[in-house]
Each structure stands twice: as C-alpha cells, then as structure tokens.
C-alpha cells in the first residue's frame, strides 16, 4: 500500500512538471527554431559535364564572369558576399555564373542553401566530371584547380582576367571596365 501512494504521488508530480513546463514552453511561443529557407524560395542548381561547361564558354557577344566555388572552402564563402555586389551592379552588362565543385549530394541541400542565405540571383551550376582535369583545361591553361577561381572573358571569348584566391573588387571592377568598354563590346 505503501508503494501505490508513493507511486501516485510520484505520477501526479511528474504530471504536473510536464504540464508547468508545456505551459512555460507555450507561453514563451515554443522552442526557438532557426528560420529556414523553404525548398520553394531555394535558387536552382544545374548539373553539368564538361561538354555543357563548354557549351557555357561559347562566346554570346557579352562578357563571361564565373566563379568556381565549394561550400567547403572557406574562402569561396568569405568572397561570395562581395560576387552578390558585383552581380547586382552590373546586372545585364555582363553574363555572371557561379559553378560550385561541391559534391553532387549538395546539389539540392548546402548549395542552393547557401545561395538563398547570400540573396544569389546568378545562374547557378554544379560540376560533376569524370575528368576535372579536362574541365579545367576547358576554363584556362593557367588554373591549377585551386578553389576559389574567378574568370573573366571578354565578350569575344578571350580570357582578360583570372583569379586563384579570394577576388579583389577593385582589381576585378577595374577588369570588368576595361572589357566593357572594349570595341567588341560594343556591338
């Protein structure tokens, strides 16, 4: 007898911890979450190969900016706030892409997540080759596959300016004149 009194005493406390505490919990509005970014509002990220990667380096009569990048490299996403700048002010002049090297499993979960988290609105891809030193020969004889890589053609093709390394933006908005105002440019 003694054992059911302790044990409904025991039963009748631990009801009335849970329900103070679902009360608390209720009052303070819930357990604090992180906000997220709903799959709907994520950027799209393209698979390519190296085959559309060169599709991609065909000249369009504008300039050609990329920038190769990873959610694993720590530079990549130091820079990227400064790439979201440069894409915003010269929106139209020039054809801006991001190309990721990050693991294909990423391409629906960290990348298009990080690019939501930055307020991207550069097209977006995601390199997956059997050969990334075909991939890299495709992009520039002088890249060593060192992340971050930015490039800039000219609107005729031509490499004008490389990168390995976190960008500059005055160095790279000096580039991004200089092609602009190239006669080719101008067509």
Same mark, same amino acid.
């Given at each position: 007898?003694?054992? !059911?009194?302790?044990?409904?005493?025991?039963?009748?406390?631990?009801?009335?911890?849970?329900?103070?505490?679902?009360?608390?919990?209720?009052?303070?509005?819930?357990?604090?979450?992180?906000?997220?970014?709903?799959?709907?509002?994520?950027?799209?990220?393209?698979?390519? $190969?190296?085959?559309?990667?060169?599709?991609?380096?065909?000249?369009?009569?504008?300039?050609?900016?990329?920038?190769?990048?990873?959610?694993?490299?720590?530079?990549?996403?130091?820079?990227?706030?400064?790439?979201?700048?440069?894409?915003?002010?010269?929106?139209?002049?020039? $054809?801006?892409?991001?190309?990721?090297?990050?693991?294909?499993? /990423?391409?629906?979960?960290?990348?298009?997540?990080?690019?939501?988290?930055?307020?991207?609105?550069?097209?977006?891809?995601?390199?997956?080759? !059997?050969?990334? $030193?075909?991939?890299?020969?495709?992009?520039?004889?002088?890249?060593?596959?060192?992340?971050?890589?930015?490039?800039?053609?000219?609107?005729?093709?031509? !490499? !004008?300016?490389?990168?390995?390394?976190?960008?500059?933006? /005055?160095?790279?908005?000096? /580039?991004?004149?200089?092609?602009?105002?190239?006669?080719?440019?101008?067509?």
């Amino acid at each position: 007898m003694v054992f !059911a009194k302790s044990t409904k005493a025991f039963l009748y406390g631990g009801l009335f911890v849970l329900f103070l505490f679902s009360d608390v919990t209720a009052q303070k509005g819930g357990t604090p979450s992180k906000p997220q970014v709903s799959r709907q509002t994520l950027p799209k990220v393209t698979q390519i $190969n190296e085959i559309d990667l060169k599709k991609l380096l065909r000249p369009s009569g504008k300039p050609l900016l990329i920038n190769f990048w990873a959610t694993w490299c720590d530079p990549c996403r130091e820079e990227f706030p400064d790439l979201v700048k440069i894409d915003t002010i010269y929106k139209g002049k020039i $054809n801006f892409i991001t190309m990721s090297l990050d693991d294909l499993a /990423e391409i629906n979960r960290d990348v298009p997540k990080f690019l939501a988290e930055m307020k991207a609105e550069m097209p977006a891809y995601l390199l997956k080759t !059997a050969d990334e $030193n075909a991939a890299i020969a495709l992009v520039t004889k002088d890249w060593t596959g060192g992340l971050p890589f930015t490039i800039l053609f000219d609107a005729s093709g031509k !490499a !004008a300016y490389f990168r390995q390394g976190k960008i500059k933006v /005055e160095t790279l908005e000096a /580039e991004l004149g200089k092609v602009l105002t190239a006669p080719a440019a101008q067509n």
